[in-house]
């Protein structure tokens, strides 16, 4: 009758000392419950992502120092945690100390060597090193070890034997990536299972929330489970860990699949939870259903939380948002508001000359909606004070002596504005409020930096910037009914034309506003970041010449034909956004907030990228003059 | 008499088709000159800092169908260069094609195979994952591709029999860090040398410029080349390459060793150069002696080189920098005036009340020296006018209808008058001079954040972001003394006190300035990031009570005790700049400009960071408590 205990626990990455005391805390609890084993994450000491925090031999040495600990509190228990392990009689390959990521198994105070091992701790096998995962940077595989000591990685990876009571059991001990092996030369699950019989198999994780991944993982994992024959606990932390540029929610959703790969036991999404399971029950329980939910209500959750334990971990309690009426920024204060209450969170309406009646009142309605603080703060005077200064200030050239004076366009003009809202009234607002202000950029700006640097770019996290437009709208609409239920974000600003309102062009009466098409762009640019194999104009271009464009970008049939009259106004449209692209929007990105990651491929660490300039392939070239001719 | 040409092109990288242009110019020129072999460098045709470009299928098609034009002009000469291979049948463990970083050698518009290779050419066996390196995030190594073929690198590498003439020649073919193998379990060199003899080394590389590099590469080269008793050719290109936030020069200094590992050939630093030498002939040549120069010298050249093709790459002609009368923008404005000419170079000083008329003499007399375009912008109107909009709007809290205002404090409107110069000023008067302005940041600001985000923190590049403050000292008389042979930067800029002249309390004249103290916390800091084990506060408190932190530091003695009277003094200050680089430092470097590298560890891709907040070990803690309780 083994009880296993699932302890997802939140990380918190970087600081050993508070991990280590939520988890001598939970051994507690699992102890009151009776539990035989209790299991924590993937790096539950240390935390995942830190940077190149694992270059600092001190913080190595702590982390080892808070294992002890931790091990020395297995009384009466068996406890299974992640923590980094050092070898300092080795190197890695870039010199220092060697590192492994392990998984460690204490019993009476001691810990239990796996079979095989030449450690007294099982190492990841295969290390992620795509997307924002780092692991090869400082983490010595096990692959790496069988080479060096002249061995397989066979050899080295044999379940775990745990006596418990009267009772041996066989552990197949397993680290995040180890369970995800359909691209790597060897499964770590299959090499357990031919050194004889499993009785279940662990798998601790690290693995950071984006859209679509829990079901995927319950079909692989589910998967494994069944073909293995044998349990499979599962478990993961919650908690919000950033690579700087790049912050992922992890939501734990810890799960136990039984020896026929069905969902037995899933933990709530974001909490910490302690699930204890009884080994030879699980058979017997109820499959759970996940519940049915839109796709939005997946992000909204991860937005809110990662929101808030960003805010809490700067230590910010107020918020300042820059509100103009359009539909990012209702968006942006509807989730704030949501977050941190009406009275720690303040709108400001910013207009200028070029702004409406429309979108003033727009922005007033929505912060009644909100209830929240309010002011409005001109910019024309502002803004016409620089413009008269740039354009009357001398410039001499010293050289020669030589007088004249700078001329301030209308395009340098829309700028100005932008950042006298955003660096001088809101970074102004915030400081004196005593907070941050927000960066509202949606994915679509953000990937061809349709946005002003240190004007409506700034701000200290952009939480929208891995959604697109879609479903910027789509989160307006969960927002009115579910989270609120009540219209909290005006109609009038979920029907209103996008528009940067930042000259008379741009006037949202006369519907006019963003070049961004956004029901084909959204899907057009998706394609440039998002799919495994990126697109680039060369694939698109062969799409538009077979006819097939929709339905590989995934939008509506029917748009190419609608916006595009011609192969050169196609051609048109894609280099002019593919020339920002990987042009203008990347020097804007290097200089972007953080971003809270929800897709599969979030800007920043998730998608590295260098200044190098457009460029079309040779294809491209010849396929666009034959298209041109061909017109 | 087998003619070896060394090809030191420059690399642009993304941009295959203009490498591959250069490459088939630099193939004539060495037919001209009657070379038997051309050496190319590593990654020649795509280059080789490209983020995930890697991850465009049609872009690796295109680097190949590249490849292929380059081995068809291999006619009467052999051919050596590198470039992506793709295997179309196989993955990568992303799920990607299969990728290698491979070595190509042509002849008669064939590649020839070298022995015991499964592939065309030869894959790169050693794969930095450290420092701004990535090479596994995208590319096969060696020893993977040993492991999934069930053999071992020394099966699968061994020397490229080449015919010439009619002789064959052994080479032994390396790329890059197949060279650097200290800290790897094996040796390329040696793996080759046990596969027979080997007539000559060839090591195509793509190897950005750090201080002291070159030095160290001319030991371990030398040394490799002397043990095998061969002469060995290091071909690496030149160029500027990025990660988005680090931007490197790469310097060539190609260079020929002969069999005893004599330096006889070294290409010129920075430039495109076509050496041939004679392998008989290479142990009669004199060995060439490096110039004898400060480390300035190399920094100059470094910064200069890397500002003018950084501005050439994104096609800036003109350039905006704000004069403070300090030290970092007199030292910018004269390495950018060097680079621009001073017609296309606009200082702008911007004085407000707490400005003195030393620095706004200074300013004047800077440009003047230097004489570029000069204009005074005054800022006190619009900061007064920021702070009484921000103090007399009403802020609404609509839930309610009560009504408060904002409070500027002293400390915001420090950092109003900041993002004023920069945001307002600088961004407005640099699109209307048609350029960008600078960020003059020196490490050791960058490194506690002693900057205002979207403030003097902003600027589209920070050249000089990687020098210690008594390296921009150092730099200023370098361009005194050495570059324009007069005194551009003025003696009283040198001279006058580090300060940010943002309040009363920052008076130089008074001699009040920076809280930071350069001669201690340039080298304090540096051990925060740019020793290979980074120092933590739990290291340099260890070192304080030994009483040999100067020692460890490298700083001048007796600092410690001049500045710090006591253990709680010595703390205090410690703690206050750790919080600061690990904490605010870290949430203002995310949103930094582009930083050219120098030396050996540069922030951005560099030094990977995680917004974590600061940490503190418990042998600090520990430690910590001993020290205040003994004092």
Not at 135 to 153: I, M
Not at 596 to 604: I, M, T
């Amino acid at each position: 009758m083994l009880k296993i205990a699932m302890a997802q626990m939140e990380v918190i990455p970087g600081h050993p000392d508070q991990n280590t005391a939520t988890i001598l805390r939970m051994i507690k609890q699992a102890k009151a419950q009776q539990a035989d084993i209790v299991i924590f994450p993937e790096m539950a000491v240390p935390g995942y992502l830190l940077g190149d925090t694992w270059e600092q031999p001190s913080f190595i040495r702590d982390c080892e120092s808070y294992g002890q600990d931790i091990i020395a509190a297995a009384q009466g228990i068996t406890v299974m945690f992640g923590n980094v392990a050092a070898d300092w009689t080795k190197k890695n390959n870039d010199g220092r100390v060697r590192k492994y990521n392990a998984f460690f198994t204490a019993q009476d105070g001691e810990l239990v060597q796996p079979d095989g091992s030449p450690y007294p701790f099982t190492i990841k096998t295969l290390m992620p090193n795509y997307r924002e995962f780092d692991d090869t940077r400082h983490f010595f595989s096990l692959q790496k070890l069988a080479r060096e000591l002249g061995t397989t990685p066979a050899q080295l990876l044999a379940p775990l034997t745990l006596s418990i009571g009267d009772q041996d059991y066989r552990v197949g001990c397993l680290l995040c990536e180890d369970g995800w092996s359909d691209d790597y030369e060897l499964s770590p699950v299959e090499l357990l299972r031919h050194q004889g019989k499993v009785d279940f198999y662990v798998n601790i994780s690290a693995s950071p929330y984006t859209l679509g991944k829990n079901g995927k993982r319950n079909r692989v994992f589910g998967h494994e489970a069944s073909e293995a024959g044998a349990p499979l606990f599962y478990v993961n932390c919650i908690g919000l860990q950033n690579n700087g540029k790049t912050v992922y929610t992890f939501d734990g959703s810890s799960t136990a699949y039984d020896a026929a790969g069905r969902v037995v036991i899933s933990a709530p999404e974001y909490k910490e939870s302690l699930a204890v399971v009884t080994l030879d029950e699980m058979e017997g329980m109820p499959a759970c259903q996940p519940p049915e939910e839109p796709e939005i209500a997946h992000i909204y959750r991860a937005l809110h939380y990662g929101v808030r334990r960003f805010l809490e971990n700067i230590h910010m309690k107020k918020v300042v948002i820059g509100i103009s009426g359009g539909i990012d920024s209702a968006v942006a204060a509807a989730l704030y508001c949501d977050v941190l209450g009406p009275e720690n969170l303040l709108l400001v309406n910013m207009p200028s000359v070029f702004n409406s009646e429309t979108t003033k009142g727009l922005s007033q309605q929505l912060a009644e909606n909100l209830g929240c603080r309010y002011m409005i703060v001109p910019i024309q005077h502002s803004v016409d004070h620089t413009i008269e200064q740039l354009e009357h200030t001398p410039v001499t050239l010293l050289e020669n002596g030589t007088k004249k004076s700078l001329q301030v366009s209308s395009f340098v003009a829309e700028n100005i504005q932008a950042r006298d809202r955003s660096a001088r009234v809101l970074a102004g607002a915030a400081a004196a409020f005593g907070g941050g202000f927000t960066c509202n950029a949606n994915k679509a700006e953000t990937t061809v930096g349709y946005s002003t640097l240190y004007g409506d770019q700034s701000g200290f996290l952009a939480a929208l910037a891995d959604l697109w437009k879609h479903q910027v709208y789509a989160l307006a609409h969960y927002l009115n009914d579910v989270v609120y239920g009540r219209e909290v974000v005006p109609q009038g600003i979920i029907d209103i034309v996008p528009s940067a309102e930042l000259s008379a062009a741009q006037n949202v009466d006369e519907g006019k506003g963003d070049p961004i098409k956004y029901p084909y762009h959204d899907y057009l640019f998706r394609s440039f970041i998002e799919r495994w194999q990126k697109a680039t104009p060369e694939d698109v271009l062969i799409w538009y010449a077979e006819g097939t464009v929709e339905e590989h970008l995934g939008c509506e049939k029917g748009l190419v034909a609608r916006y595009f009259p011609t192969a050169e106004a196609f051609i048109k449209d894609l280099e002019r956004w593919w020339n920002l692209f990987t042009g203008m929007a990347i020097a804007k990105r290097i200089q972007a907030p953080p971003i809270l990651a929800v897709s599969r491929r979030a800007y920043g660490f998730d998608h590295r990228e260098a200044q190098n300039g457009p460029y079309y392939t040779r294809k491209y070239r010849e396929l666009k003059a034959k298209l041109l001719q061909e017109a």
